[in-house]
């Protein structure tokens, strides 16, 4: 039991490095931007290049990990990771600290769907299973939040540097333990449908560029259209490839289950809604009510504090009541939290009209990640854990991309694309942002009740079944 909690801690520990990493550096960017000389335009690539790598990647990462073994791929990318964050920590140019956040986009897309199938691998046991899921939910879940702190943390009291090779003695820990403590699982015999990985990793490649063209050229734009149009044809390519393929790289029956399927698409709803509110109010707050980059992530600490308080309201509730009218009431509070939090003006004060929505959205937010991440991977057989694993990660990178993108459009309209708005203009262009999330949200209950009222239909055919075979 003592082995499996080190391994579940050097599971996470990576998991964590890598969360935090999508984060760490969006309250140093005005830091990086004087220091390395980036323009305006370039400035978002330190963010948008680990994107659109690590999610146009990550289905041919859980792929490799079935056929070479999950701790080799988990160790290999944890690796890589590491000596990316230290060559992005190091950074002397543009041009390098682009090129090393783009190896950690490459890292995390080979790691990241291993961590997952490694926990379902490691724990059989189905209560076990949920508890650690739920651990890994919240680390997930409040990984963005904790970023912003620690890169608020390194940024005012020593340098943004520190925010990247932070990375470095983590990984050096998780390196050490995780051949020791994790088992490796069995290679599955095949190979690579390589049809199948060249499209999606492509389809999904262009659709990550498309979007994070969008929110820089518009929507009307060629540089937008081009690539938005070669997503669509590629990704229907992919399932045409899949539906064919002897072994596919993702195999479509993992979207048989309602919940499954239901619990990918919300997750890229909800997903795209967090996301999107630790870029906007970390901005809001710097921009409109002037708080320092370290106050700034303080400001999110009651948010993540109640993302892993939900480890153990979720892990108490499950056995109690149904989990899918859980997933409705959590993502209905999201919403209200979300709703309350698009009142704010430069006159909101942080308590109560940042702090309380906070509170709401942590609430509900919380638990929802975790029930998603558990229903992606619900009765999944062992032999598809990592691609489902991978699946549930696209997801949560897709959420990111897409509310991001959708979200900095919306906002360049709300202020008329100024490229220095007023505070008060600002702050009207931050509320408009948080109303547009709410609908986010109002979009992610309407799927949770459809799962819901599936689930409830499910059960009745299975006991009318029962009680005629009686």
């Known amino acids: 039991m003592k082995g499996k909690g080190i391994g579940l801690a050097v599971i996470l520990g990576c998991q964590l490095m890598m969360t935090l990493d999508a984060s760490i550096v969006t309250t140093a960017l005005p830091h990086i931007k004087e220091t390395l000389g980036f323009s305006d335009s370039s400035l978002s690539w330190i963010q948008n290049v680990y994107v659109l790598v690590f999610g ?17 791929v988990f160790v290999a990318g944890t690796a890589l990771f590491t000596a990316a964050s230290l060559l992005a920590g190091v950074a002397q140019s543009a041009e390098v600290l682009i090129i090393a956040r783009a190896l950690q ?53 020593a340098s943004w540097r520190w925010g990247l090779l932070v990375n470095v003695p983590i990984g050096a820990v998780v390196l050490a333990l995780a051949p020791r403590v994790l088992p490796e699982t069995t290679r599955q015999p095949g190979r690579v449908d390589l049809a199948g990985a060249l499209s999606i990793t492509l389809g999904m490649s ?5 979007l994070v063209k969008a929110a820089e050229s518009g929507w009307s734009s060629a540089q937008t259209l081009v690539p938005l149009v ?33 619990a990918y698409l919300g997750r890229v709803i909800s997903v795209g809604a967090t996301f999107s509110l630790f870029y906007f109010l970390s901005q809001y707050l710097q921009n409109a009510r002037g708080f320092s980059p370290l106050e700034t992530g303080f400001a999110y600490l009651p948010l ?16 109690r009541v149904s989990k899918t009218g859980l997933l409705v009431v959590a993502l209905i509070a999201a919403m209200l939290g979300m709703a309350w939090l698009s009142r704010v003006d430069t006159t909101s004060s942080y308590f109560p009209d940042v702090l309380l929505p906070l509170l709401v959205l942590g609430v509900g937010q919380g638990m929802a990640i975790i029930l998603l991440t558990e229903f992606g991977m619900a009765d999944v057989e062992p032999t598809d854990a990592g691609a489902a694993s991978g699946l549930v990660n696209t997801a949560h990178q897709l959420g990111g991309s897409i509310g991001l993108a959708l979200l900095t459009v919306v906002f360049g309209a709300a202020i008329h694309h100024d490229p220095s708005p ?5 702050a009207h262009g931050y509320a408009h942002v948080f109303t547009v999330t709410t609908f986010f949200y109002a979009a992610a209950v309407l799927l949770a009740i459809a799962i819901h009222l599936a689930q409830r239909s499910a059960a009745r055919r299975t006991r009318l079944a029962v009680v005629a075979a009686a």
């Open 422 to 426: 007023s505070a008060a203009f600002a």
């Open 105 to 157: 986009g490459l890292a995390s897309a080979f790691a990241v769907p291993s961590t997952l199938a490694l926990l379902i691998s490691s724990y059989p046991e189905p209560s076990e299973r949920s508890r650690v899921i739920a651990i890994y939910s919240a680390v997930i879940g409040a990984g963005g939040s904790v970023g912003i702190i620690v890169g608020g943390l390194f940024t005012q009291y």
């Open 56 to 72: 146009g990647l990550l289905l041919l990462g859980a792929r490799a990990g079935d056929l070479l073994g999950r701790r080799l």
């Open 206 to 210: 262009a659709l990550v560029y498309g």
């Open 230 to 262: 070669s997503a669509v044809v590629l990704i229907v390519a992919f399932v045409i490839v899949e539906t064919r393929a002897a072994q596919p790289i993702v195999p479509l029956r993992l979207f048989a289950d309602v919940r499954r399927s239901g």
């Open 304 to 319: 993540t504090g109640m993302f892993f308080a939900m480890v153990y309201v979720v892990r108490w509730l499950s056995p």
